[in-house]
């Protein structure tokens, strides 16, 4: 906070020293670029002032956080000198009963006991992997090791293969998470330990493949996310030439009939390119999903966070980078190599020309998105011919399963990204960004809800999983 209030100071004293370095800047920008400038110029203090509100109520979080903490680890007798006794005791009893209940139900979960363990060595005496599982933990952790389990290869049941992978259980969580944890050996392809995931979570087909070639599969995956990054950028652009009606009139000219037309011009240049964009960009997550499922991950939990990572990222290069590149910039990307000096003030002028476009795709994610995520079209489209097809008189499911986590957090981030951006250039994105998430907040809890009722009996950890994140983004 004093860090944040010193900035602020130091801000404002430059800013009034060189006041005529901004009238000589303002002078040259156009009435588009001058009036974010003019209010960041005269109305700092009130940015500032909200940073220092969020600064105190974080700072508020982590005392309250600190507080429960303490109430949780205490001991009632602790407050018998307490004035307020009654209050304290009331605070623990209700915390107490949410760890009992949150035991109990781990008491069902055997995941939490469980190692994943890969590439096991042969035992030199008896030439098999079990007894080497059996003899190693035996000897390194006596005290919390209970039992092992081998996988094999059923391809074939009448040569069953022993693979070198194995589920190692211990008799507490404490002993699991610390030989998951740990580096069991000197050789880092050797006994490579990790937390096991739910039975209902594993990837089985990916556990028979060997840890070493699991580098060259991610290479080849993050090749093949790039160069779908790279090739998305046709699109991307030719998009960006729509916004831009001066150019589009030159490279395609019947549109000047939009002219004739009052009101088609502005729906053409504005929000017909966000909806173009994001057409484009839906079927990406289903893409990197698929490459994802290459990348041979334990589980499918962690298949989809790789996906995420990779939509983000992907969306960061193309929709926020490109789109400013593609625009404003594209022109002059000769003088910019020429003098490189001169690209920090092009790409500045580039994100405040390109506001209007990013306002507009968020409007258009925050209406057309979310009002499909609660009608659900293509699930229910896909639930219809497959329950007319080869679904046909198998037992139905009452239920419509939505909102992965790869197609909707890396979404939320990018909107997040794009008003952290444009906070100051374009205040006026803000309403809009908010308004954005309250409708998602609105959609996503209710979501949040059925699955909490549909899943509690299927897949706790996803669960728990698209609860505890989903919630939270929106929140």
């Not at 593609?326 to 020429?338: Q, T, V, Y």
């Not at 009608?375 to 011919?385: K, R, S």
């Not at 100051?424 to 959609?443: E, K, M, N, Q």
């Amino acid at each position: 906070m004093l860090h944040q209030i010193m900035f602020g100071k130091q801000v404002i004293n430059y800013f009034f020293r060189n006041l005529w370095r901004w009238n000589n800047i303002l002078e040259s920008l156009s009435t588009h670029e001058y009036l974010p400038c003019l209010f960041l110029l005269h109305r700092l203090w009130v940015h500032f002032s909200c940073l220092c509100l969020i600064s105190f109520y974080g700072l508020y979080l982590l005392y309250k956080t600190s507080h429960l903490l303490n109430i949780l680890f205490a001991i009632p007798l602790h407050f018998s000198h307490c004035k307020m006794q009654p209050f304290y005791l009331q605070e623990y009893n209700e915390i107490l009963a949410k760890r009992t209940q949150q035991l109990q139900n781990i008491r069902h979960q055997p995941a939490q006991f469980t190692v994943l363990v890969r590439e096991i060595p042969l035992c030199s005496e008896h030439k098999t992997s079990g007894c080497s599982v059996d003899h190693f933990f035996s000897k390194h952790y006596p005290y919390a090791y209970h039992s092992y389990q081998m996988l094999y290869d059923a391809t074939d049941l009448e040569q069953l293969l022993e693979l070198p992978v194995a589920f190692v259980t211990f008799k507490s969580r404490w002993g699991a998470a610390l030989a998951a944890q740990s580096q069991q050996h000197p050789h880092p392809l050797l006994w490579i330990t990790e937390m096991a995931p739910e039975p209902r979570d594993v990837l089985w087909k990916n556990l028979a493949t060997s840890y070493r070639y699991l580098p060259l599969q991610n290479l080849l995956v993050f090749i093949a996310a790039s160069l779908l990054t790279i090739f998305f950028a046709i699109p991307v652009t030719a998009v960006q030439g729509i916004a831009k009606f001066e150019k589009l009139r030159k490279w395609f000219p019947p549109a000047m009939a939009l002219q004739l037309i009052p009101g088609l011009r502005s729906v053409v240049t504005g929000y017909l390119p966000s909806a173009v964009l994001k057409g484009f960009i839906y079927i990406v997550p289903f893409a990197m999903l698929g490459m994802a499922k290459l990348a041979g991950c334990v589980s499918g939990s962690k298949q989809e966070i790789k996906c995420c990572s990779m939509v983000f990222y992907f969306l960061v290069g193309n929709v926020f980078f490109l789109s400013l590149l593609s625009g404003s910039l594209l022109d002059e990307i000769g003088e910019s190599f020429s003098n490189p000096k001169n690209f920090p003030s092009h790409l500045a002028s580039a994100v405040s020309a390109q506001a209007d476009f990013f306002m507009t795709y968020i409007l258009t994610d925050g209406l057309s998105g979310f009002s499909l995520e609660v009608l659900q079209p293509g699930l229910l489209i896909w639930d219809f011919i497959k329950s007319h097809t080869y679904s046909r008189g198998k037992e139905k499911v009452p239920y419509l399963y939505s909102m992965p986590y790869f197609r909707v957090i890396p979404f939320v981030s990018l909107s997040i990204l794009i008003g952290t951006v444009y906070a100051v250039v374009a205040p006026l994105l803000l309403p809009f960004l908010i308004g954005y998430f309250f409708f998602g907040y609105a959609v996503y809890v209710n979501q949040v809800y059925t699955l909490n009722f549909v899943l509690s009996n299927e897949n706790v950890a996803q669960d728990f999983f698209y609860s505890i994140i989903v919630v939270n983004a929106y929140y």
